[in-house]
């Protein structure tokens, strides 16, 4: 874990590497769970999925175990897809992803906020909310994080900006919903760390062991 400050804004961080552990999406289809809840067992880390309907269906591609839950959709919003393979983790546009391609887990969410090293033009700089996101950067390396309140402007610019270690600058990040979703959770030798949900939300996305 990792914690970095750009300006006013606060980021936690779960940085790690995808050749020794992956993603896992974990549904919470009865609002039972809190993040805290669902990381009980062999995960390392987790935040908050992605968004949901006001009947609590997912809004956007999930793989869980292996299985397509929700179909991937066309929506301006949902810019992007987080995935897990035996090919690693990886962030790709939505016009890239192939349902041809297996994914043992994948969230369809949005917007993008870097892309190819640079930051995305053209989002929301008005709407100052806590946001959660996932990165990754060239050679495998993989993040989970949090964000105190900013808008996804400025986040993009912060990511863009910032390496979060010595050898991971961020190649490619994706916002996953924010707000009063925003949550956080980290172990490390037996003491975690965790930021709650003010509402309940329908998935986690989970850092577990290969």
Same mark, same amino acid.
């Given at each position: 874990?990792? %914690?970095?400050?750009g300006?006013?804004?606060? @980021?936690?961080?779960?940085?790690?590497?995808?050749? %020794?552990?992956?993603?896992?999406?974990?549904?919470n *289809?009865?609002?039972?769970?809190?993040?805290?809840?669902?990381?009980?067992?062999?995960? !390392?880390?987790?935040?908050n999925?992605?968004? #949901?309907? +006001?009947?609590?269906? +997912?809004?956007?591609?999930?793989?869980?175990g292996?299985?397509?839950?929700?179909?991937?959709?066309?929506?301006?919003?949902?810019? /992007?897809?987080?995935?897990?393979? *035996?090919?690693?983790? =990886?962030?790709?546009? @939505? &016009? =890239?992803?192939?349902?041809?391609? *297996?994914?043992?887990?994948?969230?369809?969410?949005?917007? #993008?906020?870097?892309?190819? /090293?640079?930051?995305?033009?053209?989002?929301?700089?008005? %709407? $100052?909310?806590?946001?959660? #996101?996932a990165?990754?950067?060239?050679?495998? %390396?993989?993040a989970?994080?949090?964000?105190? =309140?900013?808008?996804?402007?400025?986040?993009? &610019?912060?990511l863009? $900006?910032?390496? !979060?270690?010595?050898?991971?600058?961020?190649?490619?990040?994706?916002? !996953?919903?924010?707000?009063?979703?925003?949550?956080?959770?980290?172990?490390?030798?037996?003491?975690? #760390?965790? @930021?709650? =949900?003010?509402?309940?939300?329908?998935?986690?996305?989970?850092?577990? *062991?290969?």
């Amino acid at each position: 874990q990792d %914690r970095s400050t750009g300006g006013a804004a606060t @980021i936690d961080i779960a940085l790690f590497d995808s050749a %020794r552990c992956t993603l896992r999406v974990v549904d919470n *289809p009865n609002g039972t769970q809190s993040l805290a809840d669902a990381m009980r067992g062999d995960c !390392l880390a987790g935040v908050n999925g992605g968004y #949901f309907d +006001p009947n609590f269906a +997912p809004i956007g591609l999930r793989v869980i175990g292996g299985k397509t839950i929700v179909r991937l959709v066309r929506a301006r919003l949902l810019s /992007g897809v987080l995935s897990a393979s *035996p090919r690693g983790v =990886e962030i790709v546009r @939505i &016009a =890239e992803f192939s349902r041809k391609r *297996p994914s043992d887990a994948a969230i369809e969410c949005g917007p #993008f906020l870097v892309d190819l /090293g640079a930051k995305v033009r053209g989002l929301d700089d008005t %709407r $100052e909310a806590r946001r959660t #996101f996932a990165t990754v950067a060239r050679g495998g %390396r993989v993040a989970l994080g949090i964000c105190s =309140e900013i808008s996804l402007a400025q986040l993009a &610019a912060l990511l863009a $900006e910032a390496s !979060l270690s010595n050898d991971f600058k961020i190649w490619r990040a994706l916002n !996953l919903d924010g707000g009063s979703s925003s949550a956080f959770w980290f172990a490390d030798e037996g003491k975690t #760390f965790s @930021i709650s =949900e003010q509402k309940t939300v329908r998935d986690f996305v989970a850092i577990v *062991p290969r």
